[in-house]
């Protein structure tokens, strides 16, 4: 069992940039690290992966570009550097833990097996 806690989410202004973490415990080298947001009445969308934890991270079109997927295993933790905020990107953030074997290019979140309870980031002027 992955256990996850995510935090940093708050309110921003357009264009501002934000840090978001996750600390992470009970992972092993194989697991693949992920990063989701949920809007309001809309399905949990797939941002950034860390396909087994090999350093090659995958990302969205819709937020390649402007967002980076990070680690400091040091800390046991992972992190998505979020610039130039949108309005649009308001939503539940969330961190996730997928050990069983998925691609590195899968986007689902049912491929995830592990979840944080999420951080809400709120971007508005």
């Known amino acids: 069992q992955v256990q996850l806690v995510e935090s940093g989410g708050r309110l921003v202004q357009p264009g501002d940039s934000l840090k978001l973490s996750c600390l992470v415990s009970?992972?092993?080298?194989?697991?693949?690290m992920g990063w989701f947001r949920q809007a309001p009445g809309k399905e949990r969308e797939f941002l950034a992966s860390?396909?087994?934890?090999?350093?090659?991270?995958y990302y969205a079109d819709s937020v390649k570009g402007r967002f980076t997927f990070s680690k400091d295993n040091t800390k046991s933790a992972v992190y998505l550097q979020m610039n130039s905020l949108k309005p649009e990107d308001t939503a539940v953030y969330y961190c996730?833990?997928?050990?069983?074997?998925?691609?590195?290019?899968?986007?689902?979140?049912?491929?995830?097996?592990?979840w944080g309870q999420g951080t809400q980031v709120t971007v508005s002027s």
């Open positions: 860390d396909f087994r934890s090999y350093g090659r991270v």
């Open positions: 996730a833990a997928a050990t069983r074997a998925i691609s590195s290019t899968q986007t689902r979140a049912d491929a995830y097996d592990n």
């Open positions: 009970g992972r092993t080298s194989s697991t693949t």
